[in-house]
């Protein structure tokens, strides 16, 4: 049974930064970061697939990076330059295959998420 715990959510002012991690007890080959808004549906943020391919939504590319420690069984996403549309529940996600989308639909374990809240 894949679990995944997010962890470093929290409030920030526009322009500055945080560090989101998931600890998960297994993995598939894919791995993302999903966030959802009140009152929005639920969007990709960033896939990797083998701790090398990432993949970003046109809304964070340049800003997030997705990473993978394997040793440490964590996934990261490091956000940057955040914006008051990044506040959101941030969402760890896992799915089989070798090309990791930005769907949702595609990822079949998660995490319950942690809040980020950004304010100007």
């Known amino acids: 049974q894949v679990q995944m715990v997010e962890s470093g959510g929290g409030s920030a002012q526009a322009g500055g930064s945080l560090k989101l991690s998931c600890k998960y007890t297994?993995?598939?080959?894919?791995m993302g970061w999903f966030r959802q808004a009140p009152g929005k549906e639920r969007e990709g943020v960033a896939s990797i697939y083998g701790g090398f391919f990432a993949m970003y939504a046109d809304s964070v590319r340049g800003r997030f990076t997705i990473s993978l420690d394997n040793f440490e069984n964590t996934l990261y996403l490091q956000m940057n330059n955040l914006t008051i549309e990044d506040t959101a529940m941030y969402f760890c996600?896992?799915?089989?295959?070798?090309?990791?989308?930005?769907?949702?639909?595609?990822?079949?374990?998660w995490g319950q998420g942690t809040q980020v809240a950004v304010s100007s």
């Open positions: 297994s993995r598939q080959e894919c």
């Open positions: 996600a896992t799915a089989p295959g070798k090309v990791c989308p930005l769907r949702p639909s595609e990822y079949n374990y």
